[in-house]
């Protein structure tokens, strides 16, 4: 039997099953996380955030520890967004993502030494977004 | 300026019968006197200029009869497709009017094509589709819902003994049973006339024969159809009237008894001499019964009432002459003849 | 007639079982019929795709599964830097959008760009189509929409690509609205400049154009990149508002990553729409040019 209007049921099973996948795609994918960090955000004292360790050119990730009244900030969304002193324009950022309670680790490479400024974006569930001052030098 | 009036016919008188459609195989010539509101196709002063200044169709006043089997004849050049065409919506007319089953085709082409059906001289099937689908989805494109289509499709298969093949390619089909499925695909949907663009070009003799049966039957049932041609032994054979066309124009209509009987007298004789051709010529026209001499590449051509005895008789009379005739050719009263006449030179084929 | 012995070709004819019915005459009214006509047309191009369907879905998937699997599962893991200083995921993210743009627009204009030279082409198999009880100019919207779906197929299935493939997280901040909106209308954009492709230029040339037109409208469609980042070169910045490809991956990077900075949709909507009514209108005309004379 010739195949007319079934002949287009491959056609809908497919167009079905990547619906599916898109719909699954979007929701795996979405996330609140503000890429680039560049809202305006206030400052709040009672925050702090402070990279860890060395920071050097070779390193190609940094750990953020995230206080708020000398407390470990967990669970929060939280993104570095820095760049060399008088080229704003040419800045790095990215999202961080939490490896231990208040400890955020963010894959971020500093290309030149110098003089660095920029900030800590936090955003506590239910709270609104936090900016934290950050300022350093690569040596 | 155009006249809607026809073209001029030389016939010895009118039959009572006028316009009115009687049974195809008892009509004789009659004298043209204009269309009819029955009939299926009008044109009026329909002309076509191609940019460039190509006039391919000039001043066509053309009407086809329901049911009849309508030829246009005529070599390739004449201005037949381009006229099929602007009565298939294919091709846009530079003035004039084209009218299929009432409907203005200029003006309303989408509805004209409901009534028209087209079987094209190259090959246009539906490539991606199997021999089912196309007749499938050319019913779907019609209107006809997914059941209609279906049966319809089934149907016609059946019919045209296509059956066996419905689930294959098209590009399998032979050269025959292509053209038999583009004749049962523009069937489908009914259409009040179908137009065929020389229907039995790149068949074979087989095949040509299959398909003037296909056409025939069709007109027993009432179908009108409208086909061009280059072939005449076919146009004879088979159409109830030709339109004779050459250089965009219509030179003759007629049936093609009718157009045998006015316009082609007796004997077509060709003959050759070396030298003094003008003289020759002057010199048979003088003789009683020798009609249109004309001098064309080297040969006298001209017509004698009767075949018979023509050769002797043209011989004698050369040699009393003092000609020398190098060749001699006498063809019987056909339409080739009659083409001849009108246009003063050979079908090129 | 004597039996001879002929071909299986020829029909013996039995009319008395299947007579031919008297011709239909009454002239259906051309809304209707066209209406008809249209999804009758759809119905034969998703009926020949799903003959083709294995090949038409791995053409489809290939290029961006290819870009996002280099681009976002390879380098990240072997330490190839890419994206400047901005980090593997936030490239990643910015890059879905451009390739989401790039498969739209590449599908779009090949699926309805090579069917237009093939069918306009020696085969002349447009003919029953065009001989449908509707105008021509449809014939050649049912060929946009027909297009325009393919390429929206192909936009879904990249984003599974997105989500499963990187090795870095991908973020998308997905505007609804925008996407909903935006997509369609790229995805019209896409299958018009197919039309407009395949219906104005004779085979060779088509295809001619096809390669050379193609690579540079995807390398230089801002897929890799966002368009404000072109700041360095200005020439060639303001040159790219000529490739209709910018916009659409600018437009696509406003409904996923609305955060970074990217061309305004302020831009972006308008030039879509211009640009899809502009190759609309010269598609539905190049192939009215190219069927009645």
């Not at chain 3, 083709?52 to 290939?62: D, E, K, N, S």
């Not at chain 3, 990249?158 to 925008?178: E, K, M, N, R």
Request: some cysteine; charged content about 20%.
């Amino acid at each position: 039997m010739a195949r007319a209007t079934r002949g287009i049921r491959r056609v809908l099973f497919v167009a079905a099953l990547s619906l599916s996948a898109f719909a699954v795609a979007i929701v795996v994918l979405a996330d609140d996380a503000r890429l680039g960090c560049v809202t305006d955000a206030q400052r709040d004292p009672a925050y702090q955030a402070r990279l860890l360790g060395q920071i050097e050119i070779e390193r190609t990730e940094y750990e953020i520890a995230v206080t708020r009244d000398g407390q470990p900030v967990s669970g929060a969304k939280v993104c570095a967004s820095v760049a060399m002193v008088g080229m704003e324009a040419m800045g790095v950022s990215d999202t961080a993502e939490e490896t231990a309670p208040g400890i955020y680790k963010v894959a971020v490479v500093l290309e030149m030494s110098g003089g660095w400024r920029g900030s800590i974006l936090i955003t506590e569930t239910g709270k609104p977004p936090v900016s934290v001052p950050l300022k350093f030098d690569v040596g | 300026m155009c006249s809607s009036s026809p073209f001029e016919v030389s016939v010895p008188e009118p039959d009572g019968d006028g316009p009115a459609p009687t049974s195809p195989a008892i009509r004789t010539g009659g004298a043209e006197s204009g269309p009819a509101p029955s009939d299926v196709v009008v044109t009026t002063c329909l002309r076509k200029v191609y940019p460039g200044g190509r006039v391919a169709v000039e001043e066509l006043n053309l009407s086809v009869r329901r049911g009849e089997i309508f030829g246009l004849l005529g070599p390739n050049g004449a201005g037949k497709s381009t006229t099929v065409g602007m009565l298939t919506t294919r091709v846009i007319p530079t003035s004039g009017t084209a009218v299929v089953n009432g409907i203005d085709v200029r003006a309303y082409p989408a509805r004209a094509k409901q009534a028209i059906g087209v079987v094209s001289q190259a090959n246009t099937l539906d490539q991606g589709l199997n021999v089912w689908e196309n007749l499938y989805f050319h019913g779907r494109y019609f209107g006809l819902g997914d059941r209609a289509a279906r049966s319809a499709a089934d149907e016609l298969l059946e019919r045209f003994r296509l059956a066996d093949r419905k689930a294959s390619e098209v590009e399998d089909l032979s050269g025959g049973m292509a053209r038999r499925l583009m004749v049962a695909r523009a069937l489908l949907h009914r259409p009040a006339v179908i137009f065929l663009d020389e229907p039995t070009a790149g068949l074979d003799p087989q095949s040509r024969i299959a398909l003037w049966e296909v056409l025939v039957e069709l007109q027993g049932e009432g179908q009108t159809v409208l086909l061009t041609t280059h072939r005449m032994e076919e146009a004879d054979e088979h159409c109830d009237r030709l339109a004779i066309m050459d250089h965009g124009r219509i030179l003759a209509v007629d049936t093609p008894q009718g157009l045998k009987a006015s316009l082609g007298s007796g004997a077509a004789v060709t003959a050759r001499a070396e030298e003094r051709l003008d003289e020759l010529a002057a010199y048979l026209s003088r003789a009683a019964g020798v009609t249109e001499v004309r001098v064309i590449d080297g040969d006298v051509r001209f017509n004698l009432p009767a075949a018979h005895g023509a050769m002797q008789w043209v011989l004698a009379a050369a040699q009393a002459g003092g000609f020398r005739l190098t060749d001699l050719s006498v063809s019987d009263d056909t339409l080739e003849t009659v083409f001849v006449n009108l246009t003063g030179q050979d079908l090129r084929e | 007639m004597t039996a001879a012995v002929g071909p299986t070709d020829r029909p013996e004819l039995g009319t008395q079982d299947h007579p031919l019915p008297p011709p239909d005459r009454t002239a259906r009214s051309s809304p209707g019929a066209s209406w008809a006509a249209f999804r009758a047309m759809l119905l034969r191009d998703f009926t020949i795709l799903d003959k083709r369907l294995p090949q038409f879905v791995a053409g489809t998937v290939m290029q961006p599964l290819m870009l996002v699997f280099v681009l976002t599962y390879l380098f990240p893991k072997i330490g190839q830097a890419i994206g400047g200083g901005g980090g593997a995921s936030r490239f990643s993210s910015l890059l879905m959008a451009g390739i989401v743009a790039q498969t739209i627009i590449f599908v779009g204009i090949f699926t309805v760009g090579t069917e237009m030279v093939r069918e306009l082409g020696i085969t002349g198999e447009m003919e029953d189509r065009l001989l449908a009880p509707t105008s021509v100019s449809l014939v050649a919207v049912e060929k946009i929409v027909s297009g325009g779906l393919q390429a929206l197929f192909s936009a879904m299935v990249v984003f599974p690509i997105g989500a499963f493939v990187p090795s870095t997280p991908v973020y998308l901040d997905v505007q609804p609205v925008v996407l909903l909106t935006l997509t369609p209308l790229a995805c019209l954009n896409a299958a018009a400049l197919g039309l407009t492709m395949g219906s104005r230029f004779s085979p060779g040339t088509a295809s001619y154009l096809f390669g050379v037109v193609a690579l540079p409208l995807s390398f230089l469609g801002a897929i890799f990149y966002t368009w404000p980042s072109l700041t360095p070169v200005p020439a060639l910045k303001y040159a790219l508002l000529a490739n209709p490809l910018v916009y659409v991956s600018e437009g696509f990077r406003a409904a996923l990553v609305p955060s970074e900075p990217h061309l305004s949709l302020a831009v972006v909507y308008p030039a879509m729409i211009v640009s899809a009514v502009v190759f609309t209108v010269l598609g539905v005309r190049g192939l009215k040019q190219r069927v009645v004379t």
